[in-house]
């Protein structure tokens, strides 16, 4: 069992930057992988970006590539999100998860994937 709790979120104007954290506790020793996604309402939630924990492999979905950063603190067992250029499309609930069961060649960034959720941190990006 993996608990996961993000921070961060709040309002930005567009361009701005806003970096979130995933606190995770419990069995976090092992590697796995770890993603961001984000749901705006009336919308499906979808991958942001995901790592392998203890490698530097990472993804990241077209909209924020060049933009979003992932990266990982393994000796506080966080990871972030460094959201730079933010639009206001991306405004959202973004929620951290992890997986040990995704099989090579799956994309990491299926929300179905994952079994493990944090309860999510709103980001607002205003005009």
């Known amino acids: 069992q993996i608990q996961l709790v993000e921070s961060g979120g709040g309002s930005v104007q567009t361009g701005g930057s806003r970096r979130l954290s995933c606190a995770a506790s419990g069995y976090t020793t092992s590697r796995k992988y770890m993603a961001w996604f984000r749901q705006a309402p009336g919308k499906e939630r979808e991958g942001v970006a995901a790592?392998?924990?203890?490698?530097?492999?990472?993804w990241y979905a077209a909209f924020v590539k060049g933009r979003f950063t992932i990266s990982q603190d393994n000796a506080e067992n966080t990871m972030y999100l460094q959201m730079n250029v933010l639009k206001p499309e991306d405004s959202a609930v973004y929620y951290c998860?992890?997986?040990?069961?995704?099989?090579?060649?799956?994309?990491?960034?299926?929300?179905?994937?994952?079994?493990?959720w944090g309860q999510g941190t709103q980001v607002t990006v205003s005009s």
């Open positions: 790592m392998y924990t203890g490698s530097t492999s990472t």
């Open positions: 998860a992890a997986s040990y069961d995704i099989r090579v060649g799956d994309s990491p960034l299926v929300p179905a994937r994952y079994r493990y």
